[in-house]
């Protein structure tokens, strides 16, 4: 089936410091969404990509949808303590609205 | 407003019993979908509904899952029989779009423990 790749497994900054993680696959997605979970919750959608080369900011993140539709990043800047969780991209193929989710991306920053 | 609301948010089951998990969505929404969340994993697909119809169904693991929203509004998933190894946290998602995914906004999630 349809796999997100997502890594490194954990990422660790300090405060402050920007952050990017990338999301890729082998086939191609019409939408991409990035989610943040925290312990105990449901993800929480942070932004949402519809177009091939979409660069959408939302406070201190920025997402792009990649131009061969095959990938997609999200970038954090100035990371601040609130921002540890997990974070995880998801696509959509657009064929039976389902998504699909990568493994996620465990981000700790170091007050 | 409110967001998507899931009860119970926690569930121990022994093995062999039925469990029902209910989802809310926000008001509104015609699109539900469930999923299915294993430790250390991301969520995977499981049904989907617009509005009271049952659109994909290709992600229940087994004839033992059953989902309904008969009135559209409210879903209950339903697994018979349970087994270790459908323990796992089950999440609702609801979406306002019907064409596509577009943006599905997610519930707490039930966390389902089998012993």
């Known amino acids: 089936g349809q796999q997100l790749n997502q890594s490194p497994q954990s990422m660790f900054i300090q405060e402050g410091e920007d952050v990017s993680m990338n999301c890729t696959s082998s086939s191609i997605f019409n939408t991409w969404l990035w989610y943040k979970q925290d312990p105990g919750e449901g993800p929480v959608l942070l932004i949402a990509l519809y177009k091939a080369g979409e660069l959408t900011s939302n406070g201190r993140l920025t997402a792009q949808f990649g131009i061969t539709r095959k990938d997609s990043f999200l970038n954090i800047s100035a990371s601040i303590p609130s921002d540890v969780g997990i974070y995880f991209c998801?696509?959509?193929?657009?064929?039976?609205?389902?998504?699909?989710f990568g493994k996620g991306i465990t981000l700790s920053v170091r007050p | 407003g409110a967001g998507v609301s899931q009860s119970p948010r926690y569930k121990v089951a022994k093995r062999g019993q039925d469990v029902a998990l209910r989802c809310d969505p926000i008001s509104g929404h015609v699109s539900l979908f469930w999923y299915q969340q294993a430790l250390g994993q991301g969520p995977e697909f499981l049904t989907y509904f617009q509005n009271e119809a049952q659109l994909d169904k290709s992600g229940l693991p087994s004839d033992r899952f059953f989902a309904e929203r008969p009135e559209g509004s409210v879903s209950t998933l339903k697994i018979q029989r349970t087994q270790q190894e459908d323990s796992a946290v089950y999440l609702c998602?609801?979406?306002?779009?019907?064409?596509?995914?577009?943006?599905?906004?997610f519930g707490p999630g039930t966390r389902l423990t089998v012993t």
């Open positions: 998801a696509g959509d193929t657009g064929a039976n609205s389902k998504l699909t």
């Open positions: 998602a609801s979406s306002f779009q019907t064409g596509g995914t577009y943006e599905q906004y």
